[in-house]
């Protein structure tokens, strides 16, 4: 089945940090670029970072630049997200999607993890 | 702010046709021409219903439709049916594997 999986979320004190991890399965991983997107509760969505399959090249979000770190392992099929220095502005559902391929939009979606930043 | 404006919410009966709108406000969305549209049911992921303007993804019903003018991309529904009742949330290339999200959309069906 094609699929996306994440898991890591969780509660953190605000200034900690976090590591996201993506499974990919059913698909060819390492021919998509992938990004991360996410949700506060209540609210729209805002892009926050991609990365191409080579990993040669990453983007952020204005937001997060500086305190987010995108990174994939294709022979895994995993992409990670790493969240420093977190606020509580940061409290989000944060799903992991896939670009797809020769089209403009993010074509399948993991179903979110929680990340709650609260002291 | 969202660079992409979206009304915050549009309602219509059953068998009627809405159409959500999508204005770029300023000039930092390149050329405009890299827009999709996603529905998102409450509890669950986004779900791609248009790229790249006007095209729908294998699998999307006929009665979703996408068009643009100048800074102004739309989404209509044609048809309007129960399950349509979700928010609508339209999205922009801003730059090489960059992109912005309008505000979303809620969508009742009256």
């Known amino acids: 089945e094609v699929q996306l999986m994440e898991s890591g979320g969780g509660l953190v004190k605000p200034g900690g940090s976090l590591r996201l991890t993506c499974a990919a399965s059913?698909?060819?991983?390492?021919?998509?670029?992938m990004s991360w997107v996410r949700q506060p509760p209540g609210g729209g969505l805002e892009w926050v970072s991609s990365?191409?399959?080579?990993?040669?090249?990453?983007y952020y979000a204005d937001s997060v630049k500086g305190r987010f770190t995108i990174s994939r392992d294709n022979a895994k099929n995993s992409l990670f997200l790493h969240l420093n220095s977190l606020r509580a502005e940061d409290t989000s559902v944060y799903y992991c999607?896939?670009?797809?391929?020769?089209?403009?939009?993010?074509?399948?979606w993991g179903r979110g993890t929680m990340v709650t930043v609260s002291s | 702010q969202s660079a992409l404006t979206q009304p915050a919410s549009v309602s219509g009966s059953p068998g009627q046709s809405i159409t959500i709108s999508c204005t770029a406000t300023?000039?930092?969305?390149?050329?405009?021409?890299?827009v999709s549209w996603y529905q998102q049911h409450p509890g669950v992921a986004p779900k791609l219903i248009i790229y790249d303007v006007r095209i729908r993804p294998s699998g999307i019903s006929t009665r979703f439709s996408g068009s643009k003018s100048g800074n102004t991309a739309s989404l209509t529904i044609f048809g309007l049916e129960a399950e349509d009742e979700a928010d609508y949330f339209c999205?922009?290339?801003?730059?090489?594997?960059?992109?912005?999200f309008g505000g979303g959309t809620k969508v009742t069906v009256l």
């Open positions: 999205c922009s290339l801003k730059a090489i594997n960059t992109y912005v």
């Open positions: 300023d000039n930092d969305v390149g050329d405009f021409n890299s």
């Open positions: 059913g698909f060819t991983f390492s021919f998509h670029t």
């Open positions: 990365i191409i399959s080579t990993s040669s090249y990453k």
């Open positions: 999607a896939r670009r797809g391929n020769y089209l403009e939009g993010f074509d399948l």
